[in-house]
């Protein structure tokens, strides 16, 4: 094996590391609330970004790194849950609108400062530059990845 694929595969695997250990933390302030980090997610785009008239799964999908199957899956465990309402969209039937509840969004602001409380931990051991490093890094490493054509796999 060569020095430059070791070098590769270490800024994937430390990549995929953090993540995990951020997920596992991450999830433990949503547990209590019966929602994962991706439901959360979701909340939060129906939340913030829809329109007045609703936001479609796949409008969804392209705000997040989650593939529609899963996006299909996760709303419609929301939808049971109460927190999200669909209904057809007037102009095309192929798709639904999805808009958030009082009960879901009541949800969501609950859960934030304890959310807020959590990234704060998850990155007080770094200082500021090297968190404007780590942005910098994955933000330019998003993109290049993104103008090759990579894409979330389902």
């Not at 070098?7 to 250990?21: M, R, T």
């Not at 392209?62 to 709303?75: C, D, F, H, Q, R």
């Not at 969004?105 to 490093?133: Q, R």
């Not at 993104?146 to 796999?153: A, F, S, T, V, Y």
Request: charged share 30%; net charge positive.
């Amino acid at each position: 094996m060569t020095k430059t694929l070791k070098l590769e595969q270490e800024c994937i695997y430390s990549i995929v590391g953090a993540y995990n250990l951020l997920l596992k933390n991450l999830e433990k302030v949503f547990k209590p609330y019966n929602i994962s980090v991706s439901k959360f997610n979701i909340l939060m785009v129906i939340k913030h970004k829809a329109p007045k008239e609703g936001i479609s799964q796949i409008d969804i999908g392209s705000k997040l790194i989650v593939g529609e199957a899963n996006i299909a899956k996760i709303t419609n465990k929301l939808y049971e849950q109460c927190y999200i309402t669909r209904k057809t969209n007037p102009n095309d039937r192929r798709y639904n609108l999805l808009k958030i509840t009082k009960k879901g969004s009541d949800l969501l602001d609950e859960i934030w400062p304890k959310y807020l409380k959590a990234v704060e931990n998850l990155t007080k051991n770094l200082k500021k530059d090297e968190k404007d490093i780590l942005i910098k890094i994955t933000k330019n490493w998003t993109e290049s990845l993104k103008k090759k054509g990579l894409k979330e796999i389902d």
